[in-house]
């Protein structure tokens, strides 16, 4: 992962030179496909051959992309908030499209034991130090798309969602990593966080960015009909029992469909009668 942080670092946007910086933001974003298609090929092979290791280092190397969503410890000096923009949309785009692949394979197992794990960080976006996080603090919040909204005066919901779509809708990294199992990995990532601490607050879970795209129910729900599908996906959602499935699958179903509504009504993707899971 060295060598992805390496590349990521040549091409992130040079907010120096002048311009727009939201213009140079999506600009050095549209030169990562190639990059991610790369990332995305290693990936679908240690999904596909089950390897542990390599799947717990590819984890474990996601701190090289993290420590770029902060300032270094030992900085002192002027920044912006959204020098760190770049890094915080790939970074959400590398870690789903990893567990996608894994979701794909069924690796239920294995997803499990990645999510339980903590990812060391050398400096914590609030204290500054160094320590082990949870998977939640790879999605976060990317000023400069709303920013872009509000200069070009857009009238869509989610400039991030948008450019995930166009993304993997269209072209080379669309047949790599389609638009439909980015977002359901996206929503399980979510729904673990959800299941996990319920109580939490919206900024305190993961942010599932291509939300406004998802109508389909995840395939992984509609075989959790099954018992014996539906107990294989228990630990992976950081749940002990089908009661707890069914019994927060509905709460955290409305808080999804919430999400990116700006008040207006919504409907849930995860349109799906609880009682149907471990049904049959």
């Known amino acids: 992962m060295t060598w992805l942080r390496d590349e990521l670092d040549a091409l992130k946007p040079d ?38 290791d390599a799947a717990h280092e590819i984890y474990k190397q996601f701190e090289l992309i993290l420590e770029r969503y902060n300032l270094p410890r030992t900085f002192s000096g002027s920044y912006k908030d959204f020098d760190f923009d770049f890094y915080k949309f790939i970074g959400h785009e590398l870690f789903v499209s990893f567990f996608s692949f894994l979701i794909r394979e069924n690796r239920w197992e ?31 919040y990317v000023k400069l798309l709303d920013s872009r909204k509000e200069r070009l005066h857009l009238n869509q919901i989610s400039i991030h969602a948008d450019i995930l779509n166009k993304r993997h809708t269209q072209g080379e990294l669309a047949k790599v990593i389609p638009m439909q199992e980015f977002m359901d990995a996206d929503c399980f990532l979510f729904l673990r966080s959800e299941f996990i601490a319920p109580g939490a607050s ?20 509609l075989e959790a009909s099954h018992t014996k599908y539906a107990e294989k996906l228990l630990r992976p959602l950081g749940i002990k029992n089908i009661d707890t499935f069914r019994t927060r699958l509905p709460d955290a179903s ?17 349109r799906i009668d609880p009682s149907t899971i471990a049904s049959r």
């Open 15 to 52: 907010f120096t030179k002048g311009g727009f910086t939201d213009e140079l933001l999506v600009q050095s974003i549209d030169q990562t496909t190639d990059l991610v298609i790369q990332f995305a090929q290693i990936a679908e092979v240690i999904a596909t051959m089950n390897n542990s």
């Open 202 to 221: 919206q900024w305190d879970k993961w942010i599932p960015w291509s939300k406004v795209y998802m109508q389909k129910v995840p395939r992984y729900l």
């Open 254 to 270: 409305n808080k999804l469909g919430k999400m990116f509504s700006n008040g207006f009504s919504y409907s849930s993707p995860l």
């Open 110 to 140: 294995l997803i499990a034991n990645l999510l339980e794990e903590g990812i060391y960080v050398e400096n914590d976006q609030i204290s500054r130090e160094q320590g082990l996080v949870s998977f939640i603090y790879v999605s976060e």
